[in-house]
């Protein structure tokens, strides 16, 4: 009887220290978990207005910089729950430290594409908005965020390039001036008259509302070929006209030719066929 009631006795103590300590730590973890939630929110709504002020300012720093807060306060954020729950922050911070390195050492790629991100958004090679040729893909950049780079082809794809990549390579930034050269040319038959496809070139040029007169166009014999007179033609436009200038002056050039009477030439080989007539050794063709 004296052990069962000690062991009531015992049952009952535990039981009431139980009560104590949920007594002691509810209050303090239903704080902790409404602090976490009022903070997540509190954290995304600072993060969404500071994205709208930063996007009608500097788009190109609007993404980076909100990625990167926001990830910060919520650490932040986690660490205050910790201690409020109890939890010592000086031996959370040194375990979150550790495991920080542990993580660091694994994902060495993911810090240098950060490193990458700091440096574009310091020197800023390009911004948003601004058409890159990097890594073999040439497009609009649409994002630029921690880690990556997000660029949109102009046939409609979607290509995410590591930051850390493109602060290490060669790019060239296409539309960081308002003006281009464009470089066309046209080769001509030896037969045929030079000044008058040069006049040709000349005409086409001035009757395009796209052509630039400042710098002037060069028109001249860049090269004599194996089979042609190569007529060099180099005219400035505005960086948005490049393209569709291009296009529209190769159809004009052509049709300009073929109705003066200046030909295209194409390369042409003669094949000679040699037969031999047999045991007398003659050759015949």
Not at 18 to 47: C, E, H, Q
Not at 237 to 246: C, E, F, G, K, S
């Amino acid at each position: 009887m004296e052990d069962l009631f000690g062991a009531d006795g015992k049952a009952s103590e535990i039981v009431d220290q139980g009560i104590t300590l949920i007594m002691s730590y509810a209050p303090k973890v239903v704080l902790a978990i409404i602090t976490l939630i009022v903070g997540l929110w509190l954290i995304k709504r600072f993060v969404a207005v500071l994205d709208a002020k930063l996007s009608q300012k500097d788009p190109t720093l609007n993404k980076f910089l909100c990625g990167l807060i926001g990830t910060i306060l919520k650490i932040l954020l986690l660490i205050s729950v910790a201690s409020m729950v109890g939890i010592a922050t000086t031996s959370f911070i040194a375990v979150l430290g550790a495991a920080g390195l542990a993580i660091g050492l694994a994902l060495q790629g993911s810090l240098g594409n950060f490193a990458g991100g700091v440096l574009i958004l310091i020197f800023k090679p390009f911004k948003v908005g601004d058409t890159i040729e990097a890594q073999g893909f040439l497009g609009a950049v649409d994002e630029i965020s921690i880690l990556y780079t997000i660029v949109n082809t102009f046939d409609n794809r979607r290509v995410v390039i590591p930051n850390g990549s493109l602060s290490n390579a060669t790019l060239v930034n296409v539309s960081i001036y308002d003006k281009r050269r464009c470089d066309m040319t046209f080769g001509i038959g030896y037969d045929d008259d030079i000044d008058k496809a040069k006049a040709i070139c000349q005409r086409l040029f001035e009757e395009d509302d796209r052509s630039l007169m400042d710098p002037p166009p060069r028109i001249c014999v860049g090269g004599l070929g194996d089979n042609s007179v190569d007529i060099m033609f180099r005219a400035w436009v505005a960086t948005d006209n490049l393209w569709p200038y291009y296009w529209d002056m190769q159809e004009k050039v052509k049709k300009a030719f073929d109705e003066e009477g200046i030909t295209i030439p194409f390369p042409q080989r003669d094949v000679h066929v040699y037969t031999h007539s047999g045991e007398s050794g003659q050759v015949s063709q």
